[in-house]
């Protein structure tokens, strides 16, 4: 498996996906024309989604892996290509332009021939394999690696200690099971949610630690993404209120031991509890959002001070790349944690959730 992971990453880098685009293909993009640094745009470039992976600058050469676009347009209809045809989004193809400013800035639009948006042209659908969707296919390759290496030595040597990669994914693995699933849902029910929960905890975790590493095919900003939190939300929205029991149900649409003026002739119980499940999964979504999000933004942040400094003078350009680098290390650090937390705590009160749900009662 790791030979056949060393050929696909090779082969992403030097096949035809692998382009350079030299300085000259756009003035603006000259190393030699002094272009004054815009922090905004530094940070969230490199924390937001794009067509394509960037790797690295040389002498003025952007390298960059280009990703497959797939669109339907009802004008266009079904188009499929690499991202490279964009040039970074200087260039128009099959009448798409990626949007460059304004409230659609990233977005695919169909453009008339001066490049200016055509009103009369809908938003295409966009299913484009983007650099976040590419870092979770990533994500989950990696997890299947790991964990059918982990299952298959159990299944030869079941009664051996574990060795390797075992030593570490172990105690993660009987952490979530027994100090997370196990409590929040039961020891009679808790076998059925353990592979999704599972799952959740290590999509979450690898996400979030792949993240903090910029080097390719890692350094995507996935769990920073509000997208995906938002359908790993959903994914336990459904999980919790479609195993919801008779008594979960009973409690939402008929609360016991409340009085009857408040759910009738105004159902205010009913409602509030209808809000309640809503809510739930939304601060999920919030919360993991905006913690990878800010770890991010504040790394980058102190990176700036370098090239704001250097702005000034190159003395000061220095002594701000030495107090930025050490800040930026505590807060790497800090990432790390923080990497982990949010990981345990969606798994967490998604299983709590889940417990309320399948809850007998008394």
Known sequence: MSRILIIILLSALWADILYARSPEDNPADNPLEKIPFDPGAFIFDHIGDAYEWHLFDINGRHYSVSLPVILYSR?????IFMSHKFQHGKATYRDFRIITDGPEKGKIRVVLEDGT??????????????KNVAGMFFAAF??????????KRYQRNPNLPPRGIQSLFEPLILFVVDDIVKPAIGEKKYIAFLPYLLTLFFFIWINNMMGLIPIFPMGANVTGNISVTAGLALTSFL????????????HILNT???????????????????????TKPFVLMVRL?????????????FFTLIFIFGQVSPAFGYGGAVLATGFGIFITF?????ALIQAYVFTLLTSLFIGMAVDDGH
């Open 75 to 79: 004008e266009k209809g079904l188009n």
């Open 117 to 130: 948006v055509d009103p009369d042209a809908a938003r295409p659908v966009d299913i484009s394999i983007t």
């Open 142 to 151: 990696v997890m299947m690696f790991i964990f059918l290496v982990i299952g």
């Open 239 to 250: 999980v919790i209120n479609l195993s919801g029991n008779r008594q979960y149900w009973q």
């Open 256 to 278: 016991p031991h409340v009085p009857i003026l408040l759910k009738l002739p105004i159902p205010i119980m009913p409602v509030i509890e209808i809000v309640g499940i809503i």
């Open 289 to 301: 959002f905006a913690n990878i999000t800010a770890g991010h933004i504040i790394t980058m942040g």
């Open 334 to 338: 800090l990432e790390l944690l923080v």
